[in-house]
């Protein structure tokens, strides 16, 4: 681990790169920040380690994940490529982004799988459909590195974590769209590669009773009304290049982007 000074002064000198303001700075050991005007408590306990406490009540895991992921990628990058690396390395190819939505059996046999096609998983489920090894693992919850078949630990993976994956991604490198879902990563890296088309499967928002691998849709999102995923996903437009060439088979965020 990490000095926790070489983090914190990380998060003050690139505030502009991260979004992050720091006010007035550690008063009794606690630094206030304020970022996406959301307040985020970064507290110091002692030498040997630190928390976060996130005041705004709706997304203390992403906040937590984010911070640890600036301690991640300044110590876990070691002699691995970045992403920038990628950056339209897949022009002319389309590419397959594949959630875990129960649809996505359907929709895989709807749109034939092509030899030249990017095949991009959104953590491990798909996995169980596809069928082949897909081209890139996407992730950002770090269990899921542990949580790769065998049979798939040679698929390069994309993640926040740069201790678990086969890229780091640093934020003064390369400003991915930055959200607190795999899917949201995934989409971006298809953008990023300069794929000619971004086509998302198994897109369901939550939305049936189960995933693609048949296992019981237990996520808090699920009774989410529909509205609260297009405006998220109405980010895409802005934050991935290239976001003109996305479309969507058979999810409800039809609204959002085209129809394949």
């Not at 303001?21 to 970064?42: K, R, S």
């Not at 306990?45 to 992403?62: H, V």
């Not at 939505?101 to 034939?112: A, C, I, W, Y």
């Not at 081209?135 to 919850?141: F, G, L, Q």
Request: proline share 4%.
């Amino acid at each position: 681990m990490i000095n926790l000074d070489n983090i914190f002064n990380y998060l003050d000198t690139y505030s502009n790169n991260l979004r992050v303001m720091c006010a007035n700075g550690f008063i009794n050991n606690v630094l206030y920040a304020n970022e996406d005007d959301q307040t985020c408590l970064i507290t110091r306990p002692d030498a040997n380690g630190y928390y976060i406490q996130d005041e705004s009540g709706g997304s203390k895991i992403f906040r937590y994940h984010q911070h640890f992921w600036i301690e991640n990628t300044l110590s876990g990058k070691g002699d691995k490529p970045s992403v920038s690396t990628l950056k339209d390395t897949k022009q002319n190819r389309r590419c397959l982004v594949l959630g875990s939505g129960p649809s996505l059996r359907e929709s895989l046999e709807k749109v034939m799988r092509m030899p030249s096609d990017v095949v991009i998983s959104i953590n491990v489920r798909p996995l169980e459909v596809l069928g082949y090894p897909p081209d890139y693992i996407v992730y950002i919850d770090d269990v899921v590195s542990d949580m790769i078949p065998i049979s798939h630990r040679n698929v390069p993976t994309v993640s926040i974590w740069s201790s678990s994956s086969s890229y780091y991604l640093d934020w003064l490198e390369v400003q991915y769209w930055n959200k607190s879902f795999s899917s949201a990563l995934a989409v971006w890296l298809g953008c990023f590669l300069g794929c000619k088309d971004i086509v998302l499967l198994g897109f369901d928002c939550y939305q049936g009773k189960a995933y693609c691998d048949d296992k019981k849709n237990d996520a808090i999102f699920k009774n989410y009304p529909m509205e609260v995923f297009n405006e998220n996903w109405r980010e895409a437009k802005i934050k991935c290049v290239n976001s003109n060439r996305i479309s969507v088979v058979d999810s409800p965020l039809s609204s959002v982007f085209r129809k394949y």
